[in-house]
């Protein structure tokens, strides 16, 4: 990737020196952008002294001139852009147009240049408020088990009556299509509640893990700072509002009751495939005691079809088989658990504890218990490498018990040591250890916990430099965009947002700044990713209820979903497939219900959005 040419002039204008000019017309001739806005940025706010950046898709190869103008038309802001030239991620040329230095708060600004306009954007104090709120609505949304009620859910199109109430589920049994004959088990568990997973309506243990860990930990984040709660009781939409609790935990323990439900009971065993990592024919079953493992998810026999309101499935419900994955996230999650209530509710701690270490202890016990049921109907959240989820579960077990069995774990795993090269993800969870250990003030020696605390600078070192390699200046320069890539990136800034939380450098939080910019507009579709903000927001994700493209009585979705995003590992839905060779990687996506590759919504992705949102609330100079 090419590297910048050249350095901007930045030219402030004092607004006495405002004049109107017309809007410029576009020149194709210089290989302006040719679908959406002629300049890209954050369709929504920027803050007043943060970093602005737009891009200019253009093929000169000399600096051009670009104006601000305010909502009147007046000139506030002169510069000169920096060429930055082709950007195989964007499949573009570009230039960047840097307007940091224009702080004066308001409304409808606007980028002209001699290819045309940006979208209007504002300059505001607290741009992330309302986005923080918004998008921690996204879980309250898609509750199971409870009516979701007009007066929280904003109106009469996002209400809906309770689905998969009492849901009592015994396992899968019979033929998969691989042929194997699943043997199921002799008992019931009642799993009503928590999250649907995604645009469809099973609940999965594993994705659960992460985006509950994900909401509960910006809650001890802040805690363990001593700043105040963004969420604090009352703030979000949610029947719990005045329980006395932060409504970031109330919200994060709706799903907790659910992971805890899909642990087996004592004494319980299971037939499973022990130590096969691939579905596929020909599996053979051991049993095993399956006391303490968690049930990997619970769904509907068939993928439900789409529109369809979560109250209108009447397929019958099924577990699926436990998995040490699935264990591990419980156990992980459960001792986070114990960690936050104990301040406000003991008894729930106690419960969270003690199914935290049944699920430790029988993970230890069946290690490579893989999920490997390949039936149809669900999501697969296979997993056949589980050292992070064993370094994320010990981690949490030591910071909530202080145990030097845990401790040893940690130690010992190559985690605790390494550098951290990735961004956490549903399948990759040792960098959640790593975070819960270099928060904790007592988990570790003091020297411990500052070398994890500078490895996890390192990593955001490493990361904030990518944007110097890319067009759009976003802190990930491979081309490999994986499904769910936008959380990928919001994963990346949250070890960004704890960089500046431990070192107190700014750089950190602008980096942060860029992917918040990135969601909201400034990338190569001219989208904003996240429904309900920005001027061309993304309005049809793959959500059987938020469907109105397959049913004007479905909703859209509620303002604060964020696409999965560019994809273009797994093209595999009907629009992927149509778009596959044709598509830089930042452009392989489409606002289209059917695109469950590119445009699904989910918890885990959804999680961190908040997170982000949240922290650049709580941090905002
Ligand atoms: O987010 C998951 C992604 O990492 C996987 O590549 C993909 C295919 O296995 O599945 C994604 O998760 C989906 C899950 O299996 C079912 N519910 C919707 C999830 C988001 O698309």
């Not at 600096?63 to 009147?72: H, K, M, N, T, Y």
């Not at 609940?203 to 994900?214: E, F, H, Q, R, S």
């Not at 802040?222 to 329980?243: S, T, Y």
């Not at 469950?596 to 961190?608: G, H, K, T």
């Amino acid at each position: 990737m090419k590297a910048l040419t050249k350095t901007a002039a930045i030219l402030p204008l004092a607004a006495s020196l405002a004049v109107a000019v017309p809007t410029a017309q576009a020149q194709p001739s210089r290989g302006c952008a040719a679908e959406g806005a002629a300049v890209r940025l954050n369709q929504r706010a920027f803050e007043p002294r943060a970093p602005k950046r737009a891009i200019l898709p253009s093929e000169a190869t000399e600096a051009v001139e670009f104006r601000i103008l305010d909502a009147g038309g007046d000139v506030v802001f002169e510069g000169r852009s920096m060429v930055f030239g082709p950007d195989p991620l964007a499949g573009e040329s570009v230039h960047q147009l840097d307007f940091s230095a224009l702080r004066l708060p308001g409304v409808a600004y606007r980028v002209t240049t001699e290819c045309g306009d940006s979208h209007p954007f504002d300059i505001t104090s607290d741009p992330w408020r309302a986005l923080a709120r918004d998008a921690l609505a996204y879980f309250y949304h898609n509750r199971a088990g409870v009516p979701i009620e007009a007066l929280l859910a904003g109106g009469d199109a996002w209400a809906r009556p309770a689905a998969h109430t009492d849901e009592v589920a015994s396992c899968r049994s019979g033929e998969d299509p691989a042929g194997n004959d699943w043997p199921g088990c002799d008992y019931e568990l009642n799993v009503t509640g928590g999250w649907y997973d995604a645009g469809d309506h099973g609940k999965y243990v594993v994705n659960g893990g992460i985006a509950t860990w994900t909401l509960a930990n910006f809650v001890e984040r802040q805690a363990l700072r001593g700043e105040p709660a963004v969420f604090a009781d009352g703030v979000a939409r949610i029947p719990e509002a005045g329980n006395g609790i932060d409504d970031l935990l109330d919200e994060a323990r709706f799903e907790m009751e659910f992971l805890l439900r899909m642990q087996a009971p004592e004494g319980a065993t299971a037939q499973v495939p022990v130590g096969v990592k691939r579905a596929g024919p020909g599996l053979s079953f051991s049993t095993i005691d399956a006391g303490g493992m968690a049930h990997h998810k619970v769904a509907s026999i068939e993928w439900t079809p789409l529109p369809m309101a979560p109250h209108e499935d009447s397929q019958p419900r099924v577990l699926y088989p436990v998995s040490t994955a699935a264990t591990l996230n419980l156990a992980a999650t459960a001792a986070q658990c114990a960690r936050l209530w104990r301040g406000s509710d003991m008894a729930f701690s106690r419960r969270c504890l003690a199914a935290a270490e049944r699920a430790w202890d029988a993970a230890r016990r069946n290690p490579e218990v893989y999920f490997v049921a390949a039936f149809s109907g669900s999501g697969m959240y296979g997993d056949t490498d589980l050292g992070d989820e064993f370094f994320w579960a010990a981690a949490e077990l030591l910071a909530t018990t202080g145990k030097a069995e845990y401790a040893e774990v940690v130690r010992e795993h190559p985690a605790f040591r390494e550098p951290l090269l990735r961004q956490p993800a549903w399948p990759r969870t040792a960098a959640l250890g790593l975070v819960t250990l270099a928060l904790d003030p007592d988990a570790l020696e003091p020297g411990e916990r500052d070398r994890l605390r500078r490895s996890l600078v390192a990593a955001a070192d490493r990361f904030a430099e990518e944007r110097e390699r890319t067009g759009y200046h976003i802190p990930r320069d491979a081309g490999d965009w994986a499904w769910g890539s936008n959380s990928d990136l919001l994963n990346r800034a949250l070890l960004l947002a704890l960089a500046h939380d431990f070192t107190g450098q700014d750089h950190y939080r602008h980096a942060v700044i860029d992917v918040m910019d990135y969601l909201l507009g400034r990338n190569p579709l001219d989208r904003s990713y996240v429904a309900g903000y920005g001027e061309r927001p993304m309005e049809h994700p793959h959500h059987r209820f938020w469907a109105p493209s397959y049913d004007q009585g479905h909703p859209a979705p509620f303002p604060g979903a964020l696409s999965g995003g560019p994809n273009n590992t797994a093209m595999i839905d009907p629009v992927a497939k149509r778009l596959r060779g044709h598509c830089a990687p930042l452009a392989c996506w489409a606002d289209d219900a059917e695109a469950y590759a590119l445009n699904e919504v989910a918890i885990n992705w959804n999680a961190p959005l908040v997170w982000v949102a949240a922290w650049l609330q709580a941090t905002a100079p």
